[in-house]
Structures are given as C-alpha cells and as structure tokens.
C-alpha cells in the first residue's frame, strides 16, 4: 500500500521569503504526483501536475520536482505572499487509487 | 465549464440514520474519488469508481458505499451512520483512470447529532 509522508507538517515565514515543502511516497510505481492546495474548511485547488516520466513542472512562483526512483517530491514557492497561506497538499496516484499525505500547514505573516 | 458539484452542501443526520452524498464530476471525466476529511485530520480514501465499476476501496467498513451511474456521476451512502462520521467528504473527478489531473469539489460536510 502506499504511503505519503510530507515535511514539515507546519512552517510559518515572513512575507518574501522562498520555502521548500518536501513530500516522499514509498512506492514508486506511480502515474504521477499532483499538488493541490486546501483553505480551511474549502474543497483542494490543483497547483501542478507531474506525470512519472517528467521531472518538474512549474506555474507562476511555483515549481514543483520528481524524483521517482527515490520516492521525493518538492514544492518550491518563491517570494512567498500572506495569500499563500494554506494547507498544502501532495497525492500519488497509481493503478489503484489515489493517495495524500497529511499535507503541510504554511503561514506567510505579512 | 463547471467543475465538480457536489450536494448537499451541508447535511446534518442523527445517529443510525443513512446519508446520501453526491458527485457530478467535470463533463468528460469518467473518474470519481471519494474521500473523508474529518476536521484537523488528513484525506482518507473512500472509493474510487471508473466507467461505472468500483475500482478501489479504502479501509472503512462495508456501511460506505456508493455506486457509479452511466453518466459519470456517482453517490456515496453512509448507513448507521455514528458520531465519528462527521466529516468533509470530497470527491475528486479525472480521465484516465487516474493519469491524468484531478479536480475537487468543494465538499459536503455532514454532521451527525
């Protein structure tokens, strides 16, 4: 079965700053890793999208990387904005269903 | 385009009651996730349902259930329902059998009195 874990599980930072969140998943037979971001009490909004053959993909101040054979995702956000502040959120899909870890809780204080 | 709608938006039951939640997903799409989000928790897997047939379920017990109809659009149904099924429970809707990006909805929060 697999397992998605994601690092840290809070991180607060002042406004300007670029933050890296980190998302690992045990196995490595996946179609691809997507990351979404969640407001408190809201449904997930899609950021990016990564399918298993591709390395990065990258939207605005975000830019997200794959490395399949190790099992590791991370999201780069630059300049970071009191807008970004959300849970952030990584899921794996594969042939069997579609797997999130426990996402990481980012505070941009302005 | 409209996205993924689902409804009720809110549903408040009492204790052994059943409910009934529901998942129109992006027109084309033939996926559809479910997913419950008990408050402060992670997403845990429901369901997943492809072109009609149940592909995959979580670890939840057998009172969660749902179907898929041909239109793509699919229900989950929550009998005897307790206490601790109070939740956000979201679906999510793709093509390709989950190769391709998924999209929310915004949720049904169900609370059980």
């Known amino acids: 079965k697999q397992e998605v874990t994601q690092i840290p599980a809070a991180l607060s930072v002042p406004e300007g700053e670029n933050l890296v969140l980190n998302c690992s998943f045990t196995?490595?037979?996946?179609?691809?890793l997507q990351w979404f971001r969640q407001d408190p009490g809201k449904g997930l909004t899609s950021l990016l999208l990564?399918?298993?053959?591709?390395r990065e993909q990258t939207s605005g101040r975000l830019n997200a990387s794959l490395d399949k054979s190790s099992g590791r995702s991370t999201l780069y956000i630059a300049a970071s904005q009191p807008g970004d502040s959300a849970t952030y959120l990584c899921a794996v899909s594969n042939n069997n269903d579609m797997r999130f870890g426990a996402g990481t809780r980012l505070t941009v204080k302005p | 385009e409209a996205g993924v709608t689902q409804s009720p938006t809110h549903l408040i039951k009492t204790r052994g009651q059943q409910a009934t939640l529901r998942c129109s997903p992006i027109?084309?799409?033939?996926?559809v996730y479910w997913y419950q989000q008990a408050l402060g928790l992670g997403l845990q897997f429901l369901l997943w349902y492809d072109e009609g047939e149940e592909r995959n379920r979580g670890n939840f017990p057998p009172r969660f259930s749902g179907r898929q109809f041909p239109n793509y659009s699919s229900e989950l149904n929550v009998n005897a329902l307790e206490l601790e099924d109070s939740a956000l429970y979201l679906c999510?809707?793709?093509?390709?059998?989950?190769?391709?990006?998924?999209?929310f909805g915004q949720g049904t929060r169900l609370t059980v009195v």
């Open positions: 196995d490595s037979a996946i179609y691809n």
């Open positions: 999510a809707s793709s093509l390709g059998r989950g190769r391709t990006e998924a999209f």
């Open positions: 990564i399918q298993s053959s591709q």
């Open positions: 027109s084309g799409h033939t996926s």
